[in-house]
């Protein structure tokens, strides 16, 4: 490749993130031979887990658990060798600056840093101000995990600390679902297509759902998820930013500015959220996982009603549904479609309208479910699919994990797939009333798609998932 040698520094090394995505993302990155030709990843915290060894093995461990299994030895020792952890914390990183530096002696002069801060929010802060006392910012890219702050004035105030430190151009606030093949096709699908525009509007569609049902539970992370709550990690970030891209306007050009742009002006569109619409949710039996409160009221799912007050989405339902403990794991987006204006099939069947079905998944699909006649002499209807898989459609293609396909975006200083200071902050505001006055969750059987009270808000639409 032709990106200039790099310095990865990892914080919050042995926690779960960087295990399951950042350092499996990283090694297959490299195997592919997307990373710079030269480079050192350096994970940091605040202990060291044991001896550089056992750090390696640790790395080694979570890539075979989370990527597959490593076949070739000597190409996993080549990558070892550049790979090291070193103790800093929030008040020290005398040792870490020491040895990025002695790092960037032996990459050469060109050598860029990019800082990833994969700890909780109430870190995030005192880490920024780390980096700038120790000059670690220079010539680095900063990544932050979402969510950026728990509310709109500790994120304005994280902003502040931001921006004492770094430029704007600097800053990577990352939201992993942008990163996602499947998310990137939205646009492609809108804008590279004269067919589906046109009708992409209150005009023609009845509803969207934004659905991501999920089956694992907590999975032992009670400290973040009574923290964090669904609403927070899941529904003021990713699932907002789908309901951005669904409903942005077409922007002047693909790109970074243009598209934030035309985010930040659906997200100021969107109507103060009414709290009768919203359903919280808890599964049974989370109250007495280890490390959660007994009488916690922390919400593991979340369904409600969006609306946008513009001109292209003027009256029409968005759905959002996600939770913990659900019967399947699904990243579905739909748009229903208006029936035709006449009824003139005899046996027309009492079947749902027109859907247009984006399957976020890692084999991404597209589908539009529509009625067709059964072949035979009588003119009978049936439902048909038109659909597109991608993985068949383009066999050969090489897709990336979202989080591989932003770390490479980092590494080029590309943000078109990041959120911005002012979609973050959009978003807070008008989420915090909610979160202010937390709806109480209803407590739904695990293996279910969530309480009835969510069942019902969808009203005479029913929600795509289960499908039928
Ligand atoms: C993370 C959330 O950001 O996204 C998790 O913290 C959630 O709670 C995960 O399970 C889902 O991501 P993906 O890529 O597995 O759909």
Known sequence: TTLDPHVFVIFGATGDLARRKLFPGLYHLWHLGLLPERFRIIGSGRAAPGSQEEFR????????????????????????????????????????????????????????????????????????????????????????????????????????????????????????????????????????????????????????????????????????????????????????????????????????????????????????????????????????????????????????????DNWRWFGVPIYLRTGKAMAESRRTITLGFREPPLKMFPEEVDDPCNELVLELTDDPQMFVDVRAKIPGPDLKLGRGRMKIDLLQEFPGSEPLEAYERLLLDVMRGDQTLFTSTEEVELLWRLTDPILAHRPEPVIYPRRSYGPQEALALTGEFRWRVPDA
Not at 68 to 83: C, I, N, P, T, V
Not at 146 to 174: C, M, W, Y
């Open 57 to 308: 093995d640790m790395v080694h461990a979570a890539i075979e658990q989370f990527r597959g299994k490593l076949q070739d030895h000597g190409e996993w020792h080549e990558f070892a060798k550049r790979l090291g952890f070193v103790v800093a914390s929030v008040d020290d990183g005398a040792e870490l600056v020491e040895v990025v530096r002695e790092a960037e002696q032996e990459l050469g002069s060109n050598t860029q840093r990019l800082m990833y801060l994969a700890v909780p929010p109430a870190v995030a802060g005192p880490m920024v101000r780390m980096l700038g006392k120790f000059e670690l910012h220079q010539r680095a890219k900063l990544v932050l995990e979402k969510p950026f702050g728990t509310d709109l004035q500790s994120a304005r105030q994280l902003n502040v600390v931001l921006h004492e430190v770094f430029g704007e151009e600097q800053i990577f606030r990352i939201d992993h679902f942008l990163g996602k093949e499947a998310v990137q096709n939205i646009l492609a699908l809108r804008f590279a297509n004269g067919l589906f525009e046109p009708q992409w509007n209150h005009q023609c569609v009845c509803y969207v759902q934004i659905d991501v049902p999920e089956e694992i539970d907590i999975q032992g992370r009670a400290d973040f998820m009574e923290s964090t709550g669904t609403f927070r990690d899941m529904i003021s970030t990713h699932l907002f930013q789908l309901l951005g891209f669904i409903a942005l306007e077409p922007p002047v050009r693909i790109d970074s500015q243009s598209l934030h742009e035309e985010k930040v002006k659906v997200f100021r569109g969107i109507r103060p959220l009414d709290p009768e619409r919203i359903v919280f949710g808890q599964y049974e039996g989370y109250r007495n996982e280890e490390g959660v409160d007994a009488a916690s009221n922390v919400e593991t799912f979340v369904a409600m009603e969006v609306y946008i």
